[in-house]
C-alpha cells in the first residue's frame, strides 16, 4: 500500500534549514544536527537533513549531481 507523503508548510521547512546552517557546526556531522532539528520542529530527520543538502547545493555551496551525458 502506498502512502502519500505529508505536505510539510514550507515555513518549517525554511526554519529547519535556517537552524542546521546556524548550529551545524555545533554537532558532529550533518545527520546528528538533522536528527535534533527534526524532534524540535515535528517533522523527519532524513527530510531536514535533504533539505539542508539542497541548500548548500543552491547556494552554491556543494556540488549536485552532474547530469550531463558523457562523450
Given at each position: 500500500?502506498?502512502?502519500?507523503?505529508?505536505?510539510?508548510?514550507?515555513?518549517?521547512?525554511?526554519?529547519?534549514?535556517q537552524q542546521m546552517l546556524d548550529h551545524v557546526a555545533e554537532y558532529?556531522?550533518?545527520?546528528?544536527?538533522?536528527?535534533?532539528?527534526?524532534?524540535?520542529?515535528?517533522?523527519?530527520?532524513?527530510?531536514?537533513?535533504?533539505?539542508?543538502?539542497?541548500?548548500?547545493?543552491?547556494?552554491?555551496?556543494?556540488?549536485?549531481?552532474?547530469?550531463t551525458p558523457a562523450g
Open positions: 500500500m502506498y502512502v502519500m507523503p505529508k505536505k510539510i508548510d514550507p515555513k518549517v521547512k525554511e526554519r529547519c534549514v558532529p556531522n550533518p545527520t546528528a544536527a538533522a536528527q535534533v532539528v527534526a524532534k524540535r520542529n515535528g517533522v523527519g530527520a532524513e527530510s531536514v537533513r535533504r533539505w539542508y543538502v539542497q541548500a548548500q547545493i543552491d547556494s552554491g555551496d556543494r556540488r549536485g549531481a552532474d547530469l
